[in-house]
């Protein structure tokens, strides 16, 4: 069962050149067609298109959504944007239990869906437990340095969690 990814978590891991921390921790990811088109198509020359564009077929595979009525009407409920209506809509497609997720809105909209949705930050927590990094303080650093947005408390909070405060 593949873990489902947005687009943040592909642009951010690939800003500080980690987006191999996926396939080892999760194994192969799915994302949908809105979010290979904003990573790959809009993005070309960002962070996360070339690397994503690469790692197609060995352990990104894109999946249209089948459910586009299902995407509309989230987005008409929440105001979230389409890609990460069609990462939603798409883990429960596909009978995932994973999804990677970093806004605050789309989180919210997984509301009671039986998900675990793992932020960015919590892919770093994930992969110094695995021995895939040795601290998670630089990483976090890194994110806030690229624009990912991370609130002190919540910084604070990923530390502790992660053995390093």
């Known amino acids: 069962m593949p873990a ?8 951010h891991l690939s800003a500080l ?3 191999d921390l996926l396939p080892r921790l999760f194994g192969h990811i799915s994302i949908p067609v809105a979010v290979f088109r904003e990573v790959v198509e809009e993005g070309s020359g960002q962070p996360g298109a070339r690397e994503v564009e690469t790692a197609i077929g060995e352990w990104i595979t894109v ?4 459910r586009s009525s299902a995407v509309n ?15 939603i809509v798409l883990a429960g ?6 999804l990677l997720l970093d806004d605050q809105a789309a989180v919210t909209a997984v509301g009671a869906l039986s998900l675990t949705v793992i932020r960015t930050p ?3 927590i994930a992969a110094k437990r695995a021995g895939l990094t040795t601290s998670v303080r630089p990483k976090l650093d890194g994110l ?5 947005r991370l609130r002190e408390s919540h910084y604070q ?8 405060l």
């Open 17 to 19: 050149g980690d987006l």
């Open 93 to 98: 497609e596909l009978q995932s239990r994973m």
């Open 157 to 164: 909070f990923i530390l502790k969690s992660a053995g390093e």
């Open 122 to 124: 919590a892919v770093y």
């Open 63 to 66: 999946h249209p959504v089948q």
């Open 144 to 148: 806030r340095k690229s624009g990912f």
């Open 73 to 87: 009407s989230l987005m008409d409920r929440t105001g979230i944007h389409h890609g990460e209506a069609e990462a």
């Open 4 to 11: 489902v990814s947005n687009s943040s978590p592909l642009i």
